[in-house]
Each structure stands twice: as structure tokens, then as C-alpha cells.
Nanobody, 122 residues
Framework: VQLQASGGGLVQAGGSLRPSCAASERTFNTYAMGWFRQAPGKEREIVTS????????FYADSVKGRFTISRDSPKNTVYLQMNSLKPEDTAVYYC????????????????WGQGTQVTVSS
């Protein structure tokens, strides 16, 4: 699965962005999608994930209530609505795909997009 992320950018604190991630394969070839981020000097961390069915969704505590993951199955696309952005949200954001329920449960995301930069100024 090839993933193409876009929609990052520079925004002031309190602002919003909505990156998107388009997958090259039909959704039945993947089980779940996730967004991760990596800030300079820090390890990559998961932000949110969801199954294509929408039955399971996870959010990191740091983004709960501010970020929302959504999916458009006919378009093979997932979105990350980011509201009330903070300077600490500044990072490269990556989308990733898990191919099976087992991979999802063990956090094994095997396909990755190229990343999109999100910068939040104070």
C-alpha cells in the first residue's frame, strides 16, 4: 500500500489544520489507518488510529478533544482534523496502514506515507 500525506502547514496557536492521507489500494486490503508524529529530538509517537469500519478508534491523551480522525472509504482517504493547535503539536505527521486485525492490535503498521510538516507558532 502506498500512502500520500498532504495538508500540513504553518499555523498560529489555536488554529486548525486538516491533513489528509490517500491510500493507493482499496480499503479492504488494509484493516486500519493511523497518524503518527515525530518532533525534533523526540521519538515517533502515535496520535490516533481507526479501523476502516470505524468500530475502533484511539486517541493519544495529548490530543483528545482537539483532534479527530475520519475516513472516506470510497476515496481510500483518511483525514486528521486538528483544532486548538498548540506549539507542542509541531512535528512531522505520518500516516500509516495496518493490514490485519492482528497487526492493528499489536500496533504493527507496515505501510507509511512520506510525512507532512505541521508547525504551530506561539
Amino acid at each position: 500500500v502506498q500512502l500520500q500525506a498532504s495538508g500540513g502547514g504553518l499555523v498560529q496557536a489555536g488554529g486548525s489544520l486538516r491533513p489528509s492521507c490517500a491510500a493507493s489500494e482499496r480499503t479492504f486490503n488494509t484493516y486500519a489507518m493511523g497518524w503518527f508524529r515525530q518532533a525534533p529530538g523526540k521519538e515517533r509517537e502515535i496520535v490516533t488510529s481507526t479501523t476502516w469500519s470505524g468500530s475502533i478508534t484511539f486517541y493519544a491523551d495529548s490530543v483528545k478533544g482537539r483532534f479527530t480522525i475520519s475516513r472516506d472509504s470510497p476515496k481510500n482517504t483518511v483525514y486528521l482534523q486538528m483544532n486548538s493547535l498548540k506549539p507542542e503539536d509541531t512535528a512531522v505527521y505520518y500516516c500509516a496502514a495496518a493490514k490485519s486485525v492482528g497487526d492493528f492490535q499489536t500496533m504493527r503498521f507496515t505501510s507509511w506515507g512520506q510525512g507532512t510538516q505541521v508547525t504551530v507558532s506561539s
